[in-house]
């Protein structure tokens, strides 16, 4: 099979649909190599990312004993940013069961419903993102430096 240029292919397509530099900043359509079913491909492509940032929340706000990864990073959340999260997860698994009935009954007009409404969800959630990804990687600072003020050596 021949390698497909998405960018062209993309422009090719007759829906009202995100322009292709900025939808490929975030969802890295590039990567699409193929051409058939290049409207399912985009969705599923950026199923992807909605997927990882699904497992990503599950984990702050199901966190186990078993992983002290989720345990640590929670702890730094007041319960008003928790409700948060939780609305934007819900969200998100919206989306994810959507992209999921589309595998089942594929339907093009629905997978650019699917590709606009998920692009809009993230533009306006990417900012929140960012300051949850920060604040995970923030509490592992404050675990190193609690560990840091307690060594006696």
Known sequence: ???VDIKTE???????LPKFEE?????????IKEKPF????IRRRMNEKVIFFCK????????????????TEIKNFSDEEKK??????????????QSLLLDVTPNDKEDVEFINGVFDFWRKIKKQ???????????????????KNNYFG
Not at 61 to 70: A, E, F, R
Not at 131 to 146: A, G, P, T
């Open 56 to 71: 990503i929340i599950e984990g702050l706000l199901y966190p186990t004993q078993q992983h002290i990864i989720n345990v």
């Open 129 to 147: 993102m960012e300051n949850i990804v920060k604040k995970m990687q923030d509490s592992w600072k404050k675990e190193f430096d609690s560990e």
């Open 10 to 16: 993309y422009s090719k397509l007759k829906y009202k």
């Open 38 to 41: 290049i409207l399912r491909q």
């Open 84 to 97: 948060k999260i939780h609305d934007i997860y819900k969200r998100l698994m919206h989306y994810e069961r």
């Open 23 to 31: 939808i490929n900043d975030d969802f890295e359509l590039e990567f």
């Open 1 to 3: 099979m021949v390698d």
